[in-house]
């Protein structure tokens, strides 16, 4: 009996590989969907606020809220009859911290100061890199770039309490914003829930839109900066954080918004010609490191 051919054994590739690649490919698309959003955000806020003399930053909110609902429903095409109960109550929370989280910030800006505004809406994605990390990495970059953006901001001292508590609850919003979108962006494809929360809160803001503007009649240049910023500060950040936040977890989005106020700055000096002076450029240096350490280390969790 003539004995049986040994099996031809083939080798298994390595999935590691691939996985490694496709985990970098998804962070570094990421990273690059952030920092279009930031920097898109704030080229807007420089926009707006050439409003601000004219309809106030109600009335610039209400517009910019008006326009992204436009911009948002075009592109994410929602259809509203077919979202369950649970899809229903994101999109509505969603649409409530949309509502509030521009108006609170640029109310608090208006009474205690960029500065002070900016580093207290900044505790928001701090609280989320704090709280939702478990890696000592992570909390080693948010503290680290803490401290930069007091530097960079440089709040000062005020007795405006009401507009410490609208700093405050900006914060909270983008906290709020950070996770709620992560969560949207799971429960509905592209940007469909980002374009249904948009449109609820564009509707919100019609009555009080139409009071604003009634009591400040607009010029047609502050109609087209609050337009121009609600499509760069809105509708874009609003659909291009939804695809970040797929590719990178929520806890390195909020480390990564330390940047913010670095483009703040940079913009600031290339556009309006705003001098820097040597700690600026420090505690920009200081949080651009701590990002790039989150960055390097980072890895995507899987779906």
Known sequence: MTTPPAPVLLPVPDAAPAAASTDRRARLEGVLLMLGSGLSSQ???SVA????PVIGPVG???VRQWMAGVVLVAVGRPRFREFSGRQWRLVLGLAAVFAVMNVSLYTAIDR???GLAVTLEFLGP???ALLGSRRAVDLVCALVAAPAVLVLTRPQATTDYLGVAFG????VCWACYILLNRTVGRELPGATGSGAAAAVSGLAYVPVGAFVLYQHPPTVAAICYALVAGVLSSAV???VDVLALRRVPAQFFGVFMSVNPVLAALVGYVVLNQQLAV???IAIGVIVAANAVAVSTTRRRPR
Do not use: N, S, Y
Not at 49 to 52: E, K, L
């Open 279 to 281: 700690p600026d450029w």
């Open 49 to 52: 606020a050439q409003a601000f």
């Open 60 to 62: 610039v909110v209400a």
């Open 168 to 171: 405050v609850l900006a914060g």
């Open 237 to 239: 950040p609003f659909l």
């Open 112 to 114: 205690v100061g960029l």
């Open 43 to 45: 080229v807007g806020a």
């Open 126 to 128: 701090l609280a989320v």
